[in-house]
């Protein structure tokens, strides 16, 4: 039997889960549930780290962890055997092995989407993976703003007030945003993101949007570095982590 480990693609519906990250209640988090499942096809304990520590609610088409298990299965029967034990809401989309030089810590770019549906009619099929904000909203001035967001900055005035990292300075590389139909498409790549980052950034936007400001707001916030100045921090549903490279 061979230790082996390998690198993990998931995709998750964040709706039921308290966020990617064990707790140690016996609260339901997706890394504590796709360390059941590996665990058991396995039949030793596995750990499983993810390389983005999403909120509670919020959703992922491409969350990259890590595990090493000791198994003589070959990668994709294992893949399958570990997906047969995980809830529909939950797929390891691709499983491949790595050796130790591969760090989970050292990313290169993390992308995230936030979706909101801008109508005044209720989003009832889309009500877990929207934000509903039934208000008019200016798309130009918001797409101003955001590429105000693009460079490198301090983003201390929009982290939540959780946030553990030493450092508030991040790139980000793109950040733009688009309409289709009733759904308006919050896109930003960058090289990391603070605690509640991208979701104050959203609700920032929303709020120039709306005429609470002009987009140059967002450089003076960048300036200034007061989180209390900054918008609100936009419910998780909306939010979904798109991709991770490394």
Same mark, same amino acid.
């Given at each position: 039997m061979a230790r082996m480990r390998y690198k993990?693609?998931?995709?998750?519906?964040?709706?039921?889960?308290?966020?990617?990250?064990?707790?140690?209640?016996?609260?339901?988090?997706v890394q504590q549930t796709v360390e059941k499942a590996a665990?058991?096809?396995?039949?030793?304990?596995?750990?499983?780290l993810g390389s983005s520590r999403t909120d509670s609610g919020v959703h992922a088409q491409g969350q +990259?962890? $890590?595990?090493?298990?000791?198994?003589?299965?070959?990668?994709? &029967?294992? *893949?399958?055997? %570990?997906?047969?034990?995980?809830?529909?809401?939950?797929?390891?989309?691709?499983?491949?092995? +790595?050796? $130790?030089?591969?760090?989970?810590?050292?990313?290169?770019?993390? &992308?995230? *989407?936030?979706? %909101?549906?801008?109508?005044?009619?209720?989003?009832?099929?889309?009500?877990?993976?929207?934000?509903?904000?039934?208000?008019d909203l200016d798309i130009s001035a918001m797409q101003e703003a955001c590429r105000l967001f693009e460079g490198r900055h301090d983003f201390i005035a929009f982290r939540g007030r959780q946030d553990e990292y030493q450092t508030t300075i991040r790139d980000i590389f793109h950040c733009h945003i688009y309409r289709r139909g009733p759904i308006i498409i919050f896109a930003v790549e960058g090289n990391g993101f603070l605690y509640h980052m991208v979701r104050t950034m959203v609700g920032t936007v929303l709020e120039i949007g709306h005429g609470q400001g002009k987009p140059e707001r967002v450089m003076e916030l960048l300036v200034a570095g007061d989180?209390?100045?900054?918008?609100?921090?936009?419910?998780?549903?909306?939010?979904?982590?798109?991709?991770i490279r490394f």
């Amino acid at each position: 039997m061979a230790r082996m480990r390998y690198k993990l693609t998931i995709a998750y519906d964040g709706t039921a889960y308290c966020g990617w990250q064990r707790q140690v209640s016996t609260i339901s988090t997706v890394q504590q549930t796709v360390e059941k499942a590996a665990s058991y096809i396995a039949n030793h304990p596995v750990t499983v780290l993810g390389s983005s520590r999403t909120d509670s609610g919020v959703h992922a088409q491409g969350q +990259v962890a $890590e595990m090493t298990v000791e198994t003589q299965w070959e990668t994709e &029967r294992l *893949r399958m055997a %570990i997906n047969s034990r995980l809830p529909p809401d939950i797929l390891i989309r691709t499983m491949e092995p +790595v050796d $130790e030089k591969f760090n989970i810590r050292k990313a290169k770019s993390k &992308r995230y *989407r936030y979706l %909101i549906w801008a109508d005044h009619d209720r989003p009832v099929f889309y009500r877990h993976y929207v934000y509903h904000y039934w208000r008019d909203l200016d798309i130009s001035a918001m797409q101003e703003a955001c590429r105000l967001f693009e460079g490198r900055h301090d983003f201390i005035a929009f982290r939540g007030r959780q946030d553990e990292y030493q450092t508030t300075i991040r790139d980000i590389f793109h950040c733009h945003i688009y309409r289709r139909g009733p759904i308006i498409i919050f896109a930003v790549e960058g090289n990391g993101f603070l605690y509640h980052m991208v979701r104050t950034m959203v609700g920032t936007v929303l709020e120039i949007g709306h005429g609470q400001g002009k987009p140059e707001r967002v450089m003076e916030l960048l300036v200034a570095g007061d989180r209390r100045a900054a918008g609100p921090c936009a419910p998780a549903s909306g939010l979904c982590l798109q991709w991770i490279r490394f």
